[in-house]
């Protein structure tokens, strides 16, 4: 099993759209879950932290169920410059991490 | 807003050469890492470092690379003897801690 699974997509969605991605994990100790986006050739930049509780930055809904090893991230009323891949990470320890990324989902924002 | 950087941002070199990614880390930040990603693959962990030594590293990170912290800002990649399979983009990040990593634009090694 991979550490990290997702559907790689492509998902292509039309703007306004609401889109969610899933993304499951494999270490049950794992600490921390992220979910970062990449543009084409650029670097990973963190979109939001995942806390158990689920939480909510303006558009974007992340969700965390550690019982199923399972991360969410919901995506309302897409816009065009939400075009990306969109990678799940998680983390082992706090502070020192080493970080395990699975392979992104892409998605691509029609208008 | 602070930022990672590293240089160069493109490196082309033959292979057996030696290549030396540089990077300066956000100032304030204590954790930090090289991470690399191959075309159309993921992201990869490679190296942690905190207080001047490294604290952890990936089984691709073999005895062909080293990480050094020569002064108080930058944090320098090392491949001793380059092989095709090490082109990639090599990503340095840091964290102040608690996980959340901000990641310099990237350094692409191509390998001929």
């Known amino acids: 099993r991979k550490e990290v699974e997702q559907d790689p997509g492509p998902f292509n969605v039309p703007e306004g759209a609401t889109v969610a991605f899933n993304c499951t994990y494999s270490?049950?100790?794992?600490?921390?879950f992220f979910w970062y986006r990449q543009d084409c050739r650029k670097e990973p930049k963190l979109l939001m932290s995942?806390?158990?509780s689920g939480n909510e930055d303006g558009r974007f809904t992340a969700q965390l169920n550690r019982a199923s090893q399972y991360i969410s991230l919901l995506i309302r009323d897409s816009k065009l410059s939400d075009s990306a891949t969109y990678l799940c990470v998680v983390g082992f320890n706090f502070g020192n991490e080493k970080l395990t990324f699975g392979t992104g989902t892409r998605l691509t924002i029609i208008p | 807003e602070p930022e990672v950087t590293q240089t160069p941002s493109h490196q082309v070199t033959q292979m057996g050469q030696e290549v030396i990614l540089r990077c300066v880390p956000i100032s304030n930040h204590l954790y930090f890492y090289w991470y690399r990603q191959i075309l159309g693959q993921k992201v990869e962990f490679l190296v942690s470092f905190y207080n001047n030594e490294i604290s952890e590293k990936s089984e691709i990170f073999d005895d062909q690379f080293s990480v050094e912290r020569p002064d108080g800002s930058n944090f320098t990649l090392k491949i001793r003897s380059t092989k095709l399979e090490d082109s990639a983009m090599y990503f340095c990040a840091s964290s102040l801690a608690g996980g959340v990593l901000t990641f310099g634009a990237g350094s692409r090694l191509t390998v001929l």
């Open positions: 995942v806390y158990s």
């Open positions: 270490n049950s100790a794992s600490q921390s």
